[in-house]
């Protein structure tokens, strides 16, 4: 039978577990806003709550007030703590009938919205201090880009290196480009970086299926993510078309910005994106930026995504007329059979199953 636990509390159904996780996160809240080893805003987090007996659902909450009672307590020797603890019992034998008469409902909507309000805001504090977090790794991630290390230099687990690894049983690959060795003995998943002058468009490119959609470099839960190559991609033997994904975050941050080659004015200031496998330098010029869906069942259907290799010329020259047929704009830049391209795509909320996406063609 599968064990429920939180906090050293167990349940016995999983419903009441969530309930228990969900004490526990308002619990790690209150702790984050207050100094709550002070015996004094103890005490009047304890008041408060009592007040809300609604606030914890759980075991977990009980313990937590406790807790907080314990705290509170250590400096009050000289004070009546009876006075408290009867309060506590008096709160616990209200019933729901109680709370819902017709004096106390518009109080008890209140105290719902204000609970409701707290956890948005705890939500969106949490989400900012994760971004600005994300937002750091990366700028410390651009900075180490450039940087020479010496092989044997780092000693980290899963790292390749001559103190762990014979040269015979390294797997045989091109050279490393130097300014990349560094990302990538920290992170072997490392297979590029994608880059637009004077745009937010900075960020390594990771290859491992969709593991980096919501996780950062280390690994880590990261609702920003990262962008990643599509799996079918080869950087080895470099593919005709790679085929990079990322999300649209509503801040802006990483590819919210490709949105902007909506309009032709953005595209004469940014023709170019640059894109560096660990292996070669790449500078690519846009020649298309459109919006399609991926349901098949939608009339703005569009397979952009399969494209990966071609040994047709004609197969190829088909898709980039297909690509012109959803282009916002033209651009007077039609690839020819041979040119290796390269494809942004990021998700477009004003079609079911939307993508936007933004092609270029390898010029350097």
């Not at 103890?42 to 007996?53: G, V």
């Not at 012109?324 to 041979?338: A, C, L, M, R, V």
């Amino acid at each position: 039978m599968e064990e429920w636990k939180v906090a050293g509390v167990s349940f016995d159904s999983e419903e009441e577990y969530k309930k228990g996780l969900q004490d526990e996160r308002k619990i790690k809240t209150l702790k984050s806003r207050a100094d709550l080893k002070n015996p004094k805003q103890a005490e009047k987090l304890y008041r408060l709550l009592l007040e809300k007996p609604q606030m914890f659902q759980t075991q977990v909450g009980e313990d937590f007030l406790s807790e907080l009672l314990a705290t509170s307590i250590e400096t009050k020797k000289g004070e009546d703590i009876d006075e408290i603890l009867e309060q506590k019992e008096e709160k616990k034998k209200r019933t729901i009938r109680d709370v819902l008469t017709v004096g106390n409902l518009i109080n008890f909507f209140i105290i719902l919205l204000l609970i409701a309000a707290a956890v948005c805001l705890s939500i969106y504090i949490i989400n900012t201090i994760k971004g600005y977090k994300s937002k750091k790794e990366l700028q410390e991630m651009t900075e180490i880009v450039g940087v020479t290390i010496e092989e044997g230099e780092i000693d980290l687990p899963g790292i390749f290196t001559s103190k762990d690894t014979n040269e015979a049983d390294r797997p045989q690959m091109p050279e490393i480009l130097e300014k990349y060795k560094n990302l990538y003995y920290i992170n072997s998943d490392f297979v590029g970086w994608i880059k637009s002058e004077n745009t937010v468009l900075n960020y390594p490119v990771m290859q491992n299926g969709t593991y980096y959609l919501y996780r950062n470099f280390k690994g880590e839960d990261d609702n920003y993510g990262l962008p990643f190559l599509d799996y079918r991609c080869d950087i080895k033997e470099p593919s005709m078309n790679y085929i990079i994904h990322g999300h649209n975050m509503r801040s802006g941050d990483m590819f919210a910005e490709i949105l902007k080659y909506r309009n032709n004015s953005y595209y004469v200031k940014h023709k170019k994106i640059f894109f560096d496998t660990i292996f070669e330098t790449g500078t690519y010029e846009v020649f298309a930026a459109f919006k399609v869906s991926v349901n098949k069942k939608s009339k703005e259907y569009f397979d952009y995504y399969d494209f990966i290799d071609t040994d047709s010329e004609s197969e190829f020259n088909n898709f980039i007329y297909n690509i012109k047929q959803h282009d916002f704009y033209e651009t007077n830049i039609w690839p020819s059979y041979g040119d290796r391209l390269l494809t942004l795509s990021t998700c477009e909320y004003s079609v079911e199953d939307g993508r936007f996406v933004v092609m270029a063609r390898k010029i350097e």
